[in-house]
């Protein structure tokens, strides 16, 4: 069995889910900012409260747990040296901001939790993109691996 292969294949897997909650979390914060807005009933706004608890414990922060364990041990296969190349300082980077967002939609979370949510609609629709460039940038690099 070929370690790096198996490692690189559960890395990008942990990627993807990871991705996906750090795409879909904001979008329940649109429509749970909007609700409230609304004065929606108080059966919807803990659906949302439940949806958006569920998708951070049970599905992003083990995919993002795994993305690092996993991104880490495939540095470890293909060499400490590689730190030295541009390429994998740029992802490194890249890869940290996606982390702070992570914990920052956790922030906000706790705040949707404690009806203190203090962000419009909007602001959520626009810090939906960031994971997205993220996303686009991560992924030229790690195809390009510029030296
Ligand atoms: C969480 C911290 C992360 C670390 C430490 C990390 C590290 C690594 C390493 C060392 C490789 C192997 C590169 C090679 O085989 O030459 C790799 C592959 C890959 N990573 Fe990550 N990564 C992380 C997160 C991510 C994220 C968030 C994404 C996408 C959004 C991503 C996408 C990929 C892709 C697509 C590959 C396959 C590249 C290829 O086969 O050439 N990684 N990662």
């Given at each position: 069995?070929?370690?790096?292969?198996?490692?690189?294949?559960?890395?990008?897997?942990?990627?993807?889910?990871?991705?996906?909650?750090?795409?879909?979390?904001?979008?329940?914060?649109?429509?749970?900012?909007?609700?409230?807005?609304?004065?929606?009933?108080?059966?919807?706004?803990?659906?949302?409260?439940?949806?958006?608890?569920?998708?951070?414990?049970?599905?992003?922060?083990?995919?993002?747990?795994?993305?690092?364990?996993?991104?880490?041990?495939?540095i470890?296969?293909i060499?400490?040296?590689?730190?030295?190349s541009?390429?994998?300082?740029?992802?490194?980077?890249?890869?940290?901001?996606?982390?702070?967002?992570?914990?920052?939609?956790l922030?906000?979370?706790?705040?949707?939790?404690?009806?203190?949510?203090?962000?419009?609609?909007?602001?959520?629709?626009?810090?939906?993109?960031?994971?997205?460039?993220?996303?686009?940038g991560?992924?030229?690099?790690?195809?390009?691996?510029?030296?």
């Amino acid at each position: 069995m070929n370690a790096y292969l198996l490692f690189k294949s559960i890395h990008l897997i942990a990627v993807i889910s990871w991705m996906a909650g750090l795409l879909y979390l904001p979008r329940i914060f649109v429509y749970h900012s909007e609700a409230v807005a609304n004065n929606k009933s108080e059966d919807l706004i803990s659906t949302f409260k439940i949806m958006e608890r569920r998708l951070f414990i049970y599905i992003m922060n083990p995919a993002m747990i795994m993305s690092w364990v996993f991104g880490i041990l495939l540095i470890y296969i293909i060499g400490m040296d590689n730190f030295s190349s541009i390429w994998l300082q740029l992802k490194l980077v890249f890869v940290i901001i996606l982390t702070i967002y992570h914990f920052f939609l956790l922030q906000c979370l706790r705040k949707f939790t404690e009806n203190i949510n203090s962000f419009s609609p909007k602001f959520y629709r626009i810090i939906n993109e960031i994971p997205t460039i993220l996303l686009i940038g991560i992924i030229l690099i790690v195809v390009f691996k510029p030296l």
